[in-house]
């Protein structure tokens, strides 16, 4: 760290142990409130100063888009996979009331540009063909952000309470109902009592299997 600010070395170090121990960078106020810094902008200095000579890359635009260059292989990080996602009628999946990342023995390495700095990001392998107009086939891999909310025409997994079943589609909020809407001109919706509709993560990528 030469050439580093006692700062610019007191920020380095919190930063890779938030990464060690939370599993994904810190944001902006993280570091101040850690490193107790005075403000938002001194941060944001230090960050540059930091980028420039080499030590990590940042995102601005991105609330966690920090990389450490040499952490996670360099431009990987390690997402686990939960299991398998319906593209197609919804099918069960055992346990899935509840996506706990820490069950999965099974990881996946991903360019970090992938899950652009976002947190509780996790993988589902794709059963079934309803999403394929939207460029998602039987096989493929999604990365989802955990979150229990969405906007209408956002690709969400749902975790249907009744069918004890979980599918993959593009969500729609309509007066009295929930529309899951496939990406395949043959498949009908399947509409839903929002009561009986649990958002479980939204998909921000896919990973194509080579055929």
């Not at 050439?3 to 380095?12: A, C, E, N, Y």
């Not at 403000?39 to 990590?56: A, H, I, P, W």
């Not at 969405?150 to 589609?169: P, R």
Request: hydrophobic fraction near 35%; include cysteine; aromatic fraction near 6%.
């Amino acid at each position: 760290m030469k050439g580093l600010s006692d700062k610019q070395r007191r920020m380095l170090n919190f930063i890779n142990e938030f990464v060690n121990d939370k599993g994904y960078p810190p944001t902006v106020r993280d570091i101040l409130r850690g490193c107790d810094i005075s403000s938002t902008s001194v941060v944001d200095y230090n960050l540059r100063v930091l980028q420039r000579e080499g030590y990590l890359h940042r995102d601005s635009e991105v609330s966690r888009g920090i990389e450490i260059f040499g952490k996670t292989s360099g431009n990987t990080i390690s997402v686990p996979i939960l299991g398998t996602i319906a593209a197609g009628q919804p099918i069960p999946v055992p346990e899935a009331d509840t996506w706990d990342i820490t069950i999965s023995a099974e990881t996946l390495d991903v360019a970090t540009e992938m899950t652009r700095g976002k947190s509780g990001v996790y993988a589902l392998r794709v059963k079934g063909t309803s999403m394929i107009d939207a460029l998602i086939d039987d096989g493929d891999i999604v990365l989802m952000q955990q979150t229990s909310v969405a906007d209408n025409s956002e690709m969400v997994a749902v975790w249907l309470k009744n069918e004890s079943e979980t599918t993959l589609k593009r969500f729609y909020r309509e007066p009295g109902r929930v529309r899951l809407q496939p990406a395949n001109v043959q498949l009908d919706p399947i509409y839903a009592n929002p009561d009986n509709v649990e958002v479980q993560g939204k998909v921000i990528g896919v990973i194509r299997r080579l055929r």
